[in-house]
């Protein structure tokens, strides 16, 4: 799953990794972004826009709109057929823009936090899709991101990870596929040898902490045999 990321970059970086988004004049960064927060996505509806979205997918059919943070990830293995999600795969596709996730890895009762993020520092592009729920005339976008079975890196730490593309066609053709087998052909994990990782302060545990402490690296603690 995807539980917590980061987006901490400029809008020079964006529109050179993706140069047909215009990003405005400002990005909020965010070294914590949480479940309910809002978070940059590119949509099919709009790819020329990065958008400010609340994350945690809303239903268009919910009945009182809330978002409680229950579809922050949409497990892409049958996503065709849930409820929540079969229509969002087929019509309402995004792009979320990160520069790094965090994960947590189970020792004993303990959940240790790791930071993982590309090798060659390249933004994180996660396969998202999106929603609008109307009240009225009062319309609330949000998004989930799209999730997989962990590549090598990933079976360290987790046994889900998200979707993640790595090439600008990838991007294009995310956001403009019109055929359902296709989308969900690209729905796999990443290949193996790309991602670098490493353990983080318990401090990202709070959604409250946002501050570049949390990207700092914190030593692994030594092993019996060291």
């Not at 993020?117 to 933004?123: A, D, G, M, S």
């Not at 009225?136 to 997989?148: E, H, M, N, P, R």
């Not at 079975?149 to 730490?157: F, L």
């Not at 055929?179 to 318990?202: A, C, F, Q, W």
Request: with cysteine; aromatic share 12%.
């Amino acid at each position: 799953m995807c539980g917590r990321f980061s987006l901490v970059t400029s809008k020079e970086k964006i529109q050179s990794e993706l140069s047909f988004v215009e990003t405005g004049n400002n990005i909020r960064l965010s070294y914590n972004i949480a479940p309910t927060q809002h978070a940059y996505i590119v949509t099919n509806e709009s790819p020329e826009k990065l958008q400010y979205v609340t994350w945690g997918l809303i239903p268009y059919w919910s009945k009182d709109g809330k978002n409680e943070g229950k579809l922050i990830n949409a497990r892409s293995e049958g996503i065709e057929s849930k409820p929540s999600f079969r229509i969002p795969i087929r019509n309402r596709r995004c792009l979320v823009l990160a520069d790094s996730f965090y994960e947590w890895k189970k020792e004993g009762i303990k959940k240790i936090p790791y930071r993982i993020f590309f090798e060659n520092e390249k933004l994180l592009v996660m396969a998202g899709i999106w929603d609008l729920w109307y009240k009225g005339d009062y319309a609330v976008k949000s998004f989930s991101i799209l999730t997989t079975e962990p590549n090598s890196e990933m079976q360290k730490i987790h046994r889900r990870m998200p979707v993640l593309f790595t090439e600008k066609e990838e991007y294009k053709n995310w956001l403009s596929s019109e055929d359902l087998n296709e989308t969900l052909d690209m729905l796999h994990p990443p290949k193996d040898g790309i991602l670098k990782m490493y353990r983080v302060s318990e401090k990202v545990n709070s959604a409250r902490n946002d501050s570049p402490e949390l990207h700092h690296e914190i030593p692994e603690p030594p092993t019996l045999f060291d």
